[in-house]
């Protein structure tokens, strides 16, 4: 059984974000969406409120499941039995960053990284951009699925 795991702060999911978990879709048989807790990162959105907004998007699809988890990736990985690490890749920055994690998990535990190019229309989108946006009551809702709905 192929699993992956597709790890981040989904602070909020993203259009890329989606983009990267539909097509990682017909590669796996199943999808482990992993919500990174760190206590030292100040979030926009709860919790409790970024796993509503992956589950509700994802709600219709049987091979995702949505998690929380502390700690590192790689022993989520072990434990969870999942073979393979999905990422999405915007940018060279992002190539280079993820790189480096990668060859790091893969020394640390064999597993592998597999990398997605983000779609033309989304590569722009990070959830960083997400807040700043929202931050100052502009237009996000194209940028983020359905599901991400806040009042301003």
């Given at each position: 059984m192929k699993k992956a795991i597709f790890p981040g702060s989904f602070d909020p999911i993203t259009l890329g974000h989606e983009d990267i978990i539909k097509r990682g879709i017909p590669l796996f048989d199943e999808i482990i969406i992993a919500i990174g807790v760190n206590a030292k990162k100040k979030y926009m959105f709860s919790l409790?409120?970024?796993?509503?907004f992956i589950e509700e998007t994802f709600k219709?699809?049987?091979k995702v499941s949505v998690i929380t988890y502390e700690g590192l990736t790689?022993?989520?990985?072990?434990?969870?039995?999942?073979?393979?690490?999905l990422r999405g890749l915007r940018n060279p920055a992002d190539f280079e960053?993820?790189?480096?994690?990668?060859?790091?998990?893969?020394?640390?535990?064999?597993?592998e990284?597999?990398?997605?190019?983000?779609?033309?229309?989304?590569s722009f989108i990070s959830s960083s951009i997400v807040r700043d946006v929202l931050r100052h009551g502009?237009?996000?809702?194209?940028?983020?699925?359905?599901?991400?709905?806040?009042?301003?």
């Open positions: 409790e409120e970024r796993k509503r219709d699809e049987p790689i022993d989520l990985a072990k434990k969870l039995k999942a073979n393979f690490i960053f993820e790189k480096a994690i990668a060859h790091t998990n893969r020394k640390l535990s064999k597993i990284t597999v990398f997605l190019l983000t779609a033309a229309g989304t502009g237009e996000y809702e194209m940028l983020v699925p359905d599901a991400v709905r806040v009042k301003k």
